[in-house]
Every structure is written in C-alpha cells, then in structure tokens.
C-alpha cells in the first residue's frame, strides 16, 4: 500500500486559495506535501483545467479535497491519474451530468 502525501486543496467560488491557509498550515505541519488551487471561478472547465494543471506537477498520489463549489471541480478533475482519494468538505458532490445549479 503506498502512502499518500500529497494533499491538493480546491476552493469554493466566493473565495480563493487563502481560505485553506490554516488548513494548509497543520497539514504541513504533520509532513504533508500540500498544494491549493487558485481557480479563477470564470467557468468550471477553466477551474478543472487549473486543478488538472496542479495534479500534473505532483510527484505521486494526491488526496484531492474540495469545499463547496469545489466539490463540482473535485468531481470534474477527480479521473486524473494522480488522484488516489477525492474528499469534500461542506461541498456539492454532482453525480455525471449533474451540475452545481440542478443540486
């Protein structure tokens, strides 16, 4: 079983990557590789398309964690390769075909 040290963390669409600051800091602290995403919330493909670009530069397995709005981006951006968990956190988790506005 690997162990899984990446943490790649995706904001909602009122805020930016600095809402996970303290979430970023205990992570790291506790040894973990964390990276948050900076979406610029001008369309979901283009926030998917920002995380995709993240996972890429990863050297190993991430657990990918969204918060709210993040959670469709997760959803969208979780068949990467290097995507080994998805997490999400007070998040719209859509099924296939559903979007953020039919939930």
């Not at 506790?30 to 990276?35: K, Q, S």
């Not at 007070?90 to 075909?97: E, R, S, V």
Request: net charge negative.
């Amino acid at each position: 079983m690997t162990t899984i040290r990446n943490i790649v963390l995706v904001h909602g669409g009122f805020v930016d990557g600095s809402g996970w600051q303290g979430v970023y800091g205990h992570l790291t602290e506790d040894g973990y590789r964390v990276a948050v995403v900076q979406n610029p919330t001008l369309s979901l493909a283009g926030d998917v398309a920002a995380t995709r670009q993240v996972l890429d530069g990863l050297d190993g397995p991430a657990v990918l964690v969204g918060h709210s709005y993040g959670g469709a981006v997760i959803t969208e951006a979780g068949n990467h390769p290097n995507v080994a968990a998805l997490a999400y956190i007070t998040a719209f988790a859509p099924d296939k075909g559903e979007s953020v506005s039919s939930l």
